[in-house]
C-alpha cells in the first residue's frame, strides 16, 4: 500500500497555525484507504535528505507554481498508477518561501501547481490535503467526490 505524506518545508514548519487542524483531518479520512501523515522540515536539505535515505520506491513531488496543473479527476488517476507501479510513498511538498531549489526541482519525479495564484503555505498545505482525500476517494469510488 502506497504511504502518503504532505511535506512542508519553512523555519516555522513546527510552529501551529489555523490550518493545521482541517490538514490533519483530511489525512485521517484518508487513513481508512492509505496511511497518509503530515511532517515538517526546517530546510529543503532536510526535506531530500530524508527522502534520499527513504528505502523503498519514494516518489517526491514537489508543489511549484511552474508545475504541472491537472484536474481532480486527472490527480486520482495519475495517484492511482503510482499506486500500481508499486511506489512505497509518494511524498508531496509545500516549499520554502523562497522557492525550490534547482537541485530539488531536478530530483523531483514532478512539480504540481495548484494554479498561477499565489498562496500562502499553510493555505496550500490544506488543498492539497483536500486533494489528496479526493483522489483517494475517487480511487475507492466513495461518494466524496462528485465530479462537479
Known sequence: MTKITLAHVG???KVPNGFDAAVEDYLERCSG??????????S?????????????????VLLDSRGRQMTSEA???????????????IVFAVGPAD???D??????AML?????M????????????EQIYRAVAILTGHPYHRGH
Open 11 to 13: 523555519s516555522r514548519a
Open 33 to 42: 484507504f492509505v496511511p497518509a501523515a503530515a511532517e515538517g522540515f526546517r
Open 44 to 60: 529543503e536539505a532536510a526535506l531530500l535528505e530524508r527522502v534520499t535515505k527513504q528505502k523503498g520506491r519514494v516518489v517526491l
Open 75 to 89: 490527480f486520482a488517476q495519475w495517484l492511482g498508477a503510482r499506486r500500481n507501479e508499486g511506489v512505497q510513498e
Open 99 to 101: 522557492g525550490w531549489t
Open 103 to 108: 537541485v530539488a526541482r531536478n530530483r523531483a
Open 112 to 116: 504540481l501547481s495548484l494554479g498561477s
Open 118 to 129: 499565489t498562496v500562502a503555505h499553510g493555505l496550500a498545505r490544506l488543498v492539497m490535503a
